[in-house]
C-alpha cells in the first residue's frame, strides 16, 4: 500500500515539473528566410521583353490622303507681275543698246550747221536705221551754259532740226524722228570752259516715246 501510494506520489511530482516545464519555457518563433529572385540582365536570353503598345490601326475608311495645297492660278488672260516686270527690263535695255548705237554728233559755238567731221556719224546712223525699219527716235538738241535759257533752247532747236533734215535727205522717213529742245539745261560734261563746253553743244539720240 505504501509503494503505491510513493509511486502515485512521484508521478504526481513528475506530471508537475513537466507542466511546469512546458508553460514557462516560450517558444522561439519560426524564422522564415526569404531570398529575393534574382532579376535576369538586361538582354539577357530568355528574360522577357517589353512590351510595346502597337499603333492603334484605323480601317480603311478612317485613313485619308492629305490633299495637295491649291495653288493659285491666274486669272484667263492676266498677265504674272513677273512677266510684267521682265517686259518692262527687256524694253528699257533694247532702249539703252538703241541709245548707245546711234552716235551724238558736235557743233560749234553758237552754230547750227553740222560740221564736217559729224557727216560720217550721221550716215552710220542712216545704216542703223535702215537695219532697225520700225525703230523711231527723238534727236534732242543741247547748247553749252553761256547765253540766256530762252536763246540756248532756240538753239537747241535748230542743231535738231539740223540733224533730222540730213538723215531725212538721206532717205529716213520723217516720221521716225521727232526733235526736242533743252537748251543749257542739260549738260553733258561740267565744268566751265571750252573743255566741257564742246561736249555740251550736241545733236543726241534717244529712242522715242511710244
Known sequence: MKWVQRTWVGSTITLVLVTLFLTGCPKRPEVVETVPKPMAPQGEVGAPAPKVAAPEEKSPTEVTAPSPEAKSTPEAGAVPEAKIA???VGREAA???QAIEMKDIY?????SAIREDSRKLLNENVEWFRKHSAAKVTIEGHCDERGSSEYNLALGERRARA?????????IAANRIGTISFGKERPFASGHDESAWKWNRRAHFVPAAK
Open 163 to 171: 540733224t533730222r533734215d540730213y538723215l531725212v535727205a538721206a532717205g
Open 95 to 97: 532702249a539703252a543698246v
Open 107 to 111: 557743233f560749234d559755238f553758237d552754230q
Open 86 to 88: 521682265e517686259a518692262e
